[in-house]
């Protein structure tokens, strides 16, 4: 026995795993989890019954954990179409954006530029509307001056109202002016100038009689007012098209609503 015992007290001055400086390799780092044993589980006062919803947990884990694996990489093809297209929107904007700042490439017609854009401007059209309306003597010339003024607070409420909504920032870090705080034009999506371009231009042509040079060059007015918003770095190509749009859209609510001449004559009066 005494030889037995000499032996293993031998055998464990000869591990050097036991030695004091490699005490810490035997012991399990801190935080790590306990190996699982093979055997049955130990049976006794320390052994605590796992919780009731931890199994309905890890159930509804392993249920939702594929199907969002299967949304990230499969993504819908609506999604890839959208995000494909507002890209192309977002790419196109920036190269014609040649005006945006003072270091763009065509920086020395920014001023220009502006200037094409203010024509399209809300404050300006509704001024001028009630100028007009106080000078005019005829009743034809005050109906359709009304009927104009409507579709201008109406145009300035819808885009607002729109871009308050969406939210959609330019393609340049660019501020508003204060023309736009006043007609409340602060985002991108609408363009609010090419929303009152297009619904002006429909008006003028339904309502007056112009010579076709004059119809042509209102036309393009509507169209030089929509690019100089976009090279300015004021607004996207989606902006000013989906402006084109609501311009239309607002134009025929106009007409649905046009008041009469002895409405707005009680208007005027009152």
Not at 87 to 101: F, P, T, Y
Not at 182 to 193: E, R
């Amino acid at each position: 026995m005494p030889a037995s015992q000499s032996r293993a007290r031998a055998r464990d001055r000869s591990n050097v795993l036991n030695r004091a400086e490699f005490l810490s390799l035997n012991q399990p780092p801190k935080g790590a989890p306990e190996p699982r044993s093979s055997g049955r589980k130990a049976s006794g006062p320390s052994t605590q019954p796992p919780a009731p919803g931890d199994g309905a947990r890890e159930r509804r884990q392993s249920q939702q954990l594929p199907e969002e694996d299967c949304m990230q990489l499969n993504p819908s093809f609506k999604g890839i179409a959208f995000n494909s297209l507002l890209a192309i929107d977002i790419c196109m904007s920036k190269r014609l954006g040649v005006c945006a700042g003072r270091a763009a490439s065509w920086a020395s017609a920014r001023s220009m530029v502006k200037l094409i854009g203010i024509t399209g401007h809300g404050v300006p059209w509704i001024g001028g509307t009630i100028l007009c309306l106080v000078k005019s003597s005829t009743l034809a010339g005050q109906e359709v001056l009304m009927n104009l003024l409507l579709a201008l607070l109406l145009d300035i409420m819808t885009v607002a109202g729109v871009q308050k909504l969406i939210k959609r920032r330019g393609p340049f870090e660019s501020s508003p002016s204060l023309l736009d705080h006043l007609t409340m034009d602060v985002y991108a999506f609408p363009a609010g100038h090419a929303s009152r371009a297009a619904m002006v231009s429909k008006f003028f042509l339904s309502h007056l009689v112009l010579a076709v040079p004059l119809r042509v060059l209102l036309v393009l007015w509507a169209l030089c007012v929509g690019l100089s918003r976009v090279m300015i770095g004021r607004h996207h190509i989606t902006d000013v098209l989906s402006g084109f749009a609501i311009g239309y859209f607002q134009f025929r609510l106009v007409e649905l609503v046009w008041m009469s001449s002895n409405t707005c004559q009680m208007l005027i009066s009152a």
